[in-house]
T-cell receptor, first 114, second 113 residues
Framework: DTAVSQTPKYLVTQMGNDKSIKCEQNLGHDTMYWYKQDSKKFLKIMFSYNNKELIINETVPNRFSPKSPDKAHLNLHINSLELGDSAVYFC?????????????FGPGTRLLVL | DQQVKQNSPSLSVQEGRISILNCDYTNSMFDYFLWYKKYPAEGPTFLISISSIKDKNEDGRFTVFLNKSAKHLSLHIVPSQPGDSAVYFCAASAVRGAQKLVFGQGTRLTINP
């Protein structure tokens, strides 16, 4: 039974398109995150939501818009996709928001923009 | 500006020997450190953590050492097993800050039989 799941696992699309990635966690956690792993392999946080409220918003282009319909789901919508958006996007969750909590990651969504 | 750095992109170790993975950080506000392990096509999974009030934390074959003055931590795996072959990420956070993990770029560990 997958704790943090993401769909789709792979996404190949053309520049300029709009796409969404979905994330669901069944751990009962209050906090969810989106990370981007770029070509240099660094995992960088993009957004964090706690109980559907945005708490972390790193310097991400506003073409990226997270949406949390409930605390078990955090979706990522990307408008006007660019070549540089090609990366692996990981969703994660944790029980709360303190700096000592373990984050649990989904399997990742591999996005390729052509 | 990378605040967490893993300067060895890869490491190859013989089965049964000790694997030592290193991590350096620059931000003195970091006071909680974690190691994650990642297999191909999977997300990172939590391995072990250490608070800055300690200099060592052990869990079975895995031990993390923290040297605050040098802003350096290391992960020791002994004995190394083939199933330990994976990419290992070091991460850091500030306990009182927002729950934001800053990751290094990972070290690919290969355990040779």
């Amino acid at each position: 039974d997958t704790a943090v799941s993401q769909t789709p696992k792979y996404l190949v699309t053309q520049m300029g398109n709009d796409k969404s990635i979905k994330c669901e966690q069944n751990l009962g956690h209050d906090t969810m995150y989106w990370y981007k792993q770029d070509s240099k392999k660094f995992l960088k946080i993009m957004f964090s939501y706690n109980n559907k409220e945005l708490i972390i918003n790193e310097t991400v282009p506003n073409r990226f818009s997270p949406k949390s319909p409930d605390k078990a789901h955090l979706n990522l919508h990307i408008n006007s996709l660019e070549l540089g958006d090609s990366a692996v996007y990981f969703c994660a969750s944790s029980p709360g928001t303190s700096g000592v909590e373990t984050q649990y990651f989904g399997p990742g969504t591999r996005l390729l923009v052509l | 500006d990378q605040q967490v750095k893993q300067n060895s992109p890869s490491l190859s170790v013989q089965e049964g020997r000790i694997s030592i993975l290193n991590c350096d950080y620059t931000n003195s506000m970091f006071d909680y450190f974690l190691w994650y392990k990642k297999y191909p096509a999977e997300g990172p999974t939590f391995l072990i953590s250490i608070s800055s009030i300690k200099d060592k934390n052990e869990d079975g074959r895995f031990t993390v050492f923290l040297n605050k003055s040098a802003k350096h931590l290391s992960l020791h795996i002994v004995p190394s097993q083939p199933g330990d072959s994976a990419v290992y990420f070091c991460a850091a956070s500030a306990v009182r800050g927002a729950q934001k993990l800053v990751f290094g770029q990972g070290t690919r560990l290969t355990i040779n039989p």
